[in-house]
């Protein structure tokens, strides 16, 4: 109780956030962009007074925006009173330092932010240790000519060598420490191997997708689990495997750290282990919010990601489109008569052409009002048993199998 009222006290910082349109990307994918922005803001705990936005060939080498917008978004940062602004895309050490230098504020790029929002969500020591190696990894390479604070009690006296500056030193600290906490992960991720060991015989399957499109609550749904469900980019960090029994077959479900754009090098590096439940899974289960406008967008990014992390390995994947229930076509005009636009298919049109484009394996459904869950478990029963068969033909798994949960 006292830590949700410290929670409720804290002061929202008010910030700015700034886009720039490259070459080649439109000024919509650009707003869309700014839009996940302003929702990885909110859930860092930051209110968005206003939002800045420039077109150029290629972004500023010393300060990512031209001169003319600097001074446009400093008088904006005086205008509002905000301590806080927030760039949609990696900046350098030299970006930072002289954006912070000319605005007087703290500066935030995508990648800083998300590693702030996953530092908050981290639950378990795994998880916790995986940030904080991805942290140190974002920071070595924008050391600056200044004291860091990241080692006061080891820094200076007694530990510089002949002539060594302090951004050697700090330099230093962070490699030992990287090199530390990559030492933990793995001693971490020979435990959890073992674990999965235990569960060879089990068909596994993975929920995996875009952050925010309702993987947690689907796990409540389909394991009865009490997994930490919000409405927030990444509302939980730790993957989850629990027990779910469909008729005469079970199986293990993972639930599995959300997906989203530009997501840092470092966090992919880092979560490598946390993502073996997806490259050991026999099924994957791809979540999908088809509420967002963009999310076709966010099946290519997924898709990618997933790619990446299996290395060219084919996985069966289901298709999971939730939240129909919040799903709504753009009106048409009844005199239009050209070919309808995708935002204007309705749901049993979205399903006719996903059901060719996946081969029927694709659901639509509300994990929140629970709407077309039973066709969803027909499905899974369907695709786990024809696994089971055929990897054990002359056997049937046993139900009281006793599993150990992550």
């Not at 639930?255 to 490598?272: C, H, N």
Request: net charge neutral; with cysteine.
């Amino acid at each position: 109780m006292i830590e949700k009222k410290l929670r409720t006290a804290q002061v929202r910082e008010k910030a700015i956030l700034v886009g720039v349109s490259v070459a080649g990307q439109s000024d919509e994918k650009t707003q869309e962009y700014l839009e996940e922005l302003r929702f990885l803001a909110d859930t860092a705990g930051a209110d968005v007074v206003d939002v800045v936005t420039q077109k150029l060939p290629h972004p500023n080498p010393a300060t990512y925006i031209g001169t003319g917008k600097l001074e446009e978004l400093a008088e904006k940062v005086n205008a509002h009173e905000c301590n806080l602004v927030i760039f949609d895309d990696e900046l350098s050490a030299t970006q930072i330092r002289n954006l912070e230098k000319a605005l007087n504020v703290k500066i935030l790029d995508r990648t800083n932010l998300i590693l702030d929002i996953f530092a908050t969500r981290a639950r378990t020591a795994h998880a916790r240790t995986q940030v904080e190696l991805a942290q140190y990894e974002y920071l070595l390479p924008r050391l600056t000519r200044m004291w860091t604070h990241l080692e006061r009690q080891k820094g200076g006296i007694g530990l510089r060598g002949p002539g060594e500056t302090q951004i050697e030193t700090d330099r230093r600290i962070i490699q030992q420490k990287i090199a530390l906490l990559k030492n933990k992960l793995q001693k971490i991720d020979r435990q959890m191997a073992t674990q999965r060991k235990h569960r060879v015989e089990m068909v596994r399957v993975a929920l995996v997708g875009y952050t925010n499109v309702g993987k947690s609550t689907l796990m409540n749904l389909l394991a009865k689990a009490n997994v930490f469900a919000e409405n927030k980019l990444f509302a939980t960090l730790d993957t989850t495997v629990r027990k779910v029994v469909l008729q005469d077959v079970s199986f293990l479900l993972s639930d599995t750290v959300g997906f989203i754009r530009k997501l840092p090098t470092q966090l992919v590096e880092s979560f490598k282990s946390t993502l073996d439940e997806v490259r050991e899974s026999d099924i994957l289960l791809h979540v999908v919010d088809i509420s967002h406008p963009a999310f076709e967008d966010q099946i290519i990014t997924v898709n990618n990601t997933i790619k990446e992390i299996l290395g060219g390995e084919e996985k069966k994947v289901i298709m999971v489109f939730n939240k129909i229930d919040l799903y709504k076509p753009s009106e048409r005009d009844p005199h239009d008569l050209t070919p309808l636009r995708p935002d204007q298919f309705t749901i049993d049109e979205w399903q006719q052409t996903w059901m060719a484009k996946t081969h029927g394996d694709c659901v639509f459904i509300s994990a929140q009002k629970k709407l077309n869950i039973d066709t969803l478990r027909e499905l899974l029963y369907r695709e786990v048993r024809k696994i089971r068969d055929k990897r054990y033909p002359y056997s049937h798994l046993n139900l009281s199998e006793n599993l150990s949960e992550e």
